[in-house]
């Protein structure tokens, strides 16, 4: 079982490797798209079986247990979660790429940038030591990069640009704090540098100056709100299924799973990184929702709208935080915290990933983002109609969908925490959210179709696919949540919490 | 100029010198595991020679020689091989796990599967870095007259 | 020494910093974004750095044992040569991406790349 865990990394790395070399070769050629389809589905089968697997640790190379070198891959609750939201997010993007990225040339970049985009996600989550967590940031981030700019128009370009400029100052700083920590412990393994923290003192100047480094960049990398300046350009710009990924896995994978992993398992809870999540958290949910409805861009909005989603999650980990890190840990309120917290990260996933890619084959058929020039596109596209609506209600919390029962359940476990206020503002930004959705449901899918959209045709199977397939899991994953609960979330909740003394 | 690329005298010697310098990244490479250099560092002195060719005769009678599709192929043929050599591993017991006796020390065959990863990346860097000139240097065909008049910014 | 070295590798990279922020030109941005990720690497170099260390190199006839008495850590070594590869990556990304917000745009200028806004 444990042979399993590096395959999940170099499955991607090596279809995509593959892709680039048989690009050129004639009628090979054709093969890449399936063998990008073939990759992904496999890594998704190999996370599957994970789950009925303890909690692996993998030396690679061979170093043991006791030795300080080498690297690590931790595969444990929260990393298998991840490993199911990053590669089933990824299938039905790639899925919904097939047909959708055939407007574009050289589609074979594209599906090896997005297998290496994928595998190094894969790579984050399962990352024992720090200097791999960055490494593996690193090159899902460049991947990133160049596909946001993959169209190369100039909105493009200027949105890659921008992006890759903070994504590159958030990397140096997260370098610059694991190499503070480094040189106060002499260790690059995660689980090693929280023992010899917890010596030094998680007080410390040094300790203090390198979490703000690492927290400073990893919050520019989930796009938490000083930071979010790159996202509403960056998100938007690229194509459909890569909006998808970067929206609805990567600020995740390498944001928000990151920073609950540096704060949990390495630095340890202490009141100062709390309240900085709480803060980041609570303006992110704030800021995000106000700046989203006042959008008239679909796509626009929806990157908002990730924004003040992505800031529930923080919201709740920070609380969680806040919650272990009093005199009497309290760790049934941290514990419900985090299942909040987590299980609205797989919620957001599946439902942002299937709004954006709901957006883009209504773009492809409307040629427009504008919601002013849309309209009445539920007769002329029901599929991708029924699809973005419910993926608009799950999104804006109208039960029985699934974000009505994470944000309920953040929502009683930030009022068992003792956080009235915060849990009054998570019930207005959730209502300022449904009013947003409402916003799109009236400009988009109802009143009478616009001249834009007269020729309007529903979109072509393969993407059909894709959204549906999403779609089942936005309606049975708040139908299923005990199991769920089960089998996903209290493990992961477990692998933060158990990281602490 | 009526050729492409520069004067003879440095069409020559590049023509004597980019064999030997290509060879002394492999040397680096192959030499990795007893001194420093490595695949990287070999791969970047072999990109050089590339760099120098295109250079040298201009990126259109070069194209024959270091052409994008190529470079595609050995960057993707390197990353590749790196791979394989680290599957490899499981023969013995895991990912990255050496699998090739590991000889004695200081010699030129020892190392294990090293020389072998290294010569994976002399490989990976040089077709990469040397795609990358090629790439960075055919953008200048593809600029738009419209704006050519406005390029005294910098 | 002592501490002043460090804080050095700090104050370059609060130059760097200070470029990327308050600078216009694509060009200079760049060169910023440069400076930062040297900064911390030349930080992570120093970190591994003991005085009088020798380079971290096996010789013949010395063990293991004798080279971590003397030899300067080579972890951060193997780290700064890896976020170097990665530096390397980016800038190309970053100049070809500055090439063709050339042509799309004929200006350096960041005040005159834009078109997003909101």
Same mark, same amino acid.
């Given at each position: ?138 090159? =899902? ?80 990398? =989930? ?142 058929? =409307? ?135 | ?154 | ?118």
């Amino acid at each position: 079982m444990e042979q399993l865990v590096p395959l999940l990394v170099a499955l991607p790395l090596g279809a995509a490797f593959l892709i680039v070399m048989i690009a050129h070769a004639g009628p090979l050629k054709r093969l890449t798209t399936p063998l990008a389809v073939l990759a992904v589905l496999v890594n998704l089968l190999i996370a599957g079986r994970l789950l009925w697997a303890g909690a692996l640790h993998v030396y690679v190379g061979g170093w043991g247990q006791g030795q300080t070198l080498g690297i690590e891959l931790v595969c444990d609750g929260l990393s298998k979660l991840m490993l199911i939201v990053i590669n089933f997010v990824a299938l039905a993007s790639i899925i919904f790429a097939t047909q959708y990225m055939r407007r574009f040339t050289k589609v074979w970049l594209f599906d090896a940038l997005f297998l290496l985009m994928t595998g190094a996600m894969s790579a984050v989550v399962l990352a024992g030591d720090m200097f791999n967590l960055f490494v593996f940031l690193e090159v =899902a981030a460049i991947a990133s990069y160049a596909l946001v700019a993959f169209g190369c128009e100039s909105e493009e370009l200027e949105a890659a640009f921008k992006y890759l400029i903070l994504g590159t100052v958030g990397s140096a700083f997260i370098l610059l704090g694991v190499t503070i920590l480094y040189s106060l412990t002499g260790h690059l393994n995660m689980a090693k540098i929280s023992e010899a923290l917890r010596t030094i003192g998680p007080d410390s100047p040094g300790v203090l100056l390198g979490g703000a480094a690492i927290i400073a960049g990893l919050a520019l990398k =989930a796009a938490m709100v000083p930071f979010h300046a790159w996202l509403p350009d960056a998100h938007p710009s690229a194509p459909a299924p890569i909006s998808a990924m970067l929206s609805g896995v990567l600020i995740k994978a390498s944001g928000v799973y990151a920073l609950a992993r540096v704060v949990f398992g390495v630095l340890g809870v202490s009141p100062y990184y709390a309240n900085i999540l709480i803060a980041m958290g609570l303006l992110s949910m704030v800021l995000g929702m106000f700046l989203a409805i006042g959008q008239w861009d679909f796509k626009r909005l929806l990157a908002y709208s990730s924004i003040s989603q992505v800031g529930y999650v923080v919201l709740a980990l920070g609380v969680a935080a806040e919650a272990m890190s009093r005199a009497a840990p309290d760790r049934t309120v941290a514990a419900l915290c985090l299942f909040g917290g987590l299980f609205h990260l797989f919620n957001h996933a599946t439902f942002k990933s299937l709004l954006f890619l709901a957006s883009g084959s209504i773009e492809q058929q =409307a040629h427009t983002r504008l919601l002013k020039e849309m309209g009445g596109l539920s007769r002329r596209m029901p599929v991708t109609s029924f699809c973005c609506r419910i993926g608009a209600l799950s999104i804006s919390g109208v039960p029985p969908f699934n974000g009505f029962f994470s944000k309920l359940i953040i929502i009683i476990a930030l009022v068992l925490s003792g956080h009235n206020v915060l849990a009054a503002v998570g019930i207005g930004v959730a209502v300022g959210t449904l009013l947003m959705y409402i916003k799109v449901q009236r400009y988009v899918l109802e009143g009478e179709p616009s001249d834009a959209v007269a020729a309007a045709r529903e979109a072509p199977a393969g993407m059909c696919i894709a959204l549906v397939l999403l779609t089942i899991v936005c309606i049975c994953a708040g139908l299923a949540l005990v199991p769920l609960r089960d089998l996903l979330f209290t493990p992961a909740g477990e692998a933060l919490l158990g990281a602490l003394p | 100029m009526s050729q492409p690329g520069m004067t003879i005298i440095v069409k020559n010697t590049t023509r004597i010198i980019a064999g030997f310098i290509a060879l002394f990244g492999v040397y680096i490479a192959l030499t990795g595991h007893l001194s420093p250099g490595g695949g990287f560092a070999g791969g970047v002195i072999l990109a050089a020679a590339a760099v120098l060719v295109v250079l040298a005769f201009g990126s259109g009678f070069a194209g024959r020689i270091v052409n994008e599709p190529k470079c595609h192929i050995w960057d993707g043929t390197g990353a590749m091989g790196f791979l394989v050599v680290a599957l490899c591993g499981y023969i013995t017991g895991g990912f990255f796990v050496n699998f090739i006796p590991i000889g004695t020390a200081h010699h030129l065959l020892s190392g294990g599967m090293i020389p072998l990863a290294n010569l994976a990346i002399l490989l990976k860097v040089g077709a990469g870095l040397a795609g990358a000139f090629v790439a960075l240097s055919a953008f200048k065909y593809g600029r738009p007259r419209s704006i050519r008049r406005v390029g005294r910014e910098l | 020494m002592g501490i002043t070295i460090y804080l050095l590798t700090f104050a370059v990279l609060l130059v760097g910093l200070y470029i990327v922020v308050a600078k216009k030109n694509i060009i200079k941005i760049i060169v910023g974004v440069l400076i930062i990720d040297y900064a911390v690497n030349l930080l992570l170099v120093l970190v591994g750095y003991r005085s009088d260390g020798v380079a971290p190199i096996l010789s013949p006839g010395q063990t293991a044992a004798d080279l971590a008495e003397t030899g300067v850590d080579p972890l951060p070594q193997a780290m700064v040569l890896t976020s170097i590869v990665i530096g390397l990556g980016i800038t190309a990304l970053m100049v070809s991406m500055a090439i063709r917000l050339h042509q799309k745009y004929g200006t350096f200028d960041m005040n005159r790349i834009r078109k997003l806004r909101g």
